[in-house]
């Protein structure tokens, strides 16, 4: 005879596909500016992918939705105006960029940078990324964020995970960059 004067079933919560990465990567991303070319997609074509995040999920069934939050921290060598961040997806299916629509030659961004001090090379700037993607079929794939330059001509240095200014104080901040990925 039991214990307890009932039964409690118990089941296995329905656990869904997650996906996760971190960096605290110090690297220079020297970013051309324009849209990068759907047609001609290597994905790093204007030097702003951080590969340092590329994530992979795996799908088990078409038309899955997956939901991708990143927050990508550094500092613009310049006016942190005119920059922002798209992904890049691979595998499973033909390589993409994701982003906005196009609009004539606007720049096509899914986030924009947010500045924390215009101008101010010891105070760091952030991209936060929300976007949910749903890939028609199943397999792996991987996504990478790109730093995008909608800056007319030039290139503009983002500095990853510190800001421009190296001088080793508490004024002189680093952080960390995060990439989650989640099948919803």
Do not use: W
Not at 5 to 24: D, H, W
Not at 50 to 69: A, D, H, K, M, R
Not at 70 to 94: E, T, W, Y
């Amino acid at each position: 005879m039991s214990d307890f004067p009932f039964s409690i079933a118990t089941t296995q919560p329905n656990l869904r596909p997650t996906a996760f990465k971190q960096t605290t990567e110090f690297r220079d991303l020297v970013v051309s500016g324009a849209n990068p070319d759907d047609a001609a997609n290597p994905g790093n074509q204007k030097g702003g992918a951080i590969t340092e995040l590329s994530t992979s999920i795996v799908l088990t069934e078409p038309n899955q939705n997956v939901f991708i939050n990143c927050r990508v921290a550094g500092d613009l060598n310049v006016n942190s105006v005119d920059f922002g961040m798209i992904l890049h997806r691979s595998g499973g299916g033909p390589s993409v960029f994701l982003r906005a629509p196009e609009s004539g030659t606007r720049g096509r961004f899914i986030t924009t940078n947010v500045i924390s001090s215009t101008n101010d090379q010891s105070s760091g700037d952030s991209m936060v990324l929300t976007y949910v993607d749903t890939p028609t079929s199943a397999g792996t794939y991987i996504y990478t964020p790109v730093c995008m330059n909608s800056g007319a001509g030039g290139t503009k240095t983002y500095k990853l995970n510190r800001v421009q200014q190296s001088n080793d104080s508490i004024g002189f901040e680093v952080a960390v960059s995060t990439m989650v990925l989640q099948v919803i």
